[in-house]
């Protein structure tokens, strides 16, 4: 077991050492990771409110991550006031080994979304999107 750990501890530090992990959110460092790369967006700095990166024509992109099998997306704030242009969700696959992107204005994350008073946010949760 202790062996798993420290790899895993190594595996952490490697892929933040090469720029992939910003945070402690796995799954959402490799979703903005992958999403700049093959969209070739711009990071944001890692505290900025309401996108994660801006594409080439400048507009503002939120970058969303979900390994499968959950399909919850992270909560989204404020999604009623258009903090982002452009709504970028990577699904990855269980061994996030493949994953598809699904992209939405700010308009159509709002239609899809439901809001949760109780954490003063927006949620989508998607359909069974099929990965690899």
Not at 70 to 96: S, W
Request: hydrophobic fraction near 40%.
């Amino acid at each position: 077991m202790l062996e798993h750990l420290r790899a895993y501890v190594e595996a952490e530090a490697a892929l933040r050492e090469v720029g992939v992990l910003r945070s402690r959110n796995l799954v959402g460092d490799v979703a903005e990771w992958i999403a700049c790369d093959e969209l070739g967006l711009t990071q944001a700095t890692a505290s900025q409110k309401g996108h994660d990166a801006i594409d080439a024509q400048g507009r503002r992109v939120q970058i969303k991550g979900v390994r499968l099998p959950n399909r919850q997306l992270g909560a989204l704030r404020e999604l009623d006031e258009n903090p982002f242009d452009r709504l970028v969700i990577v699904v990855l696959a269980n061994d996030m080994q493949s994953h598809i992107m699904i992209e939405m204005s700010c308009d159509e994350a709002l239609e899809r979304a439901t809001y949760r008073p109780r954490y003063k946010s927006w949620h989508i949760t998607l359909k069974r999107p099929e990965v690899g």
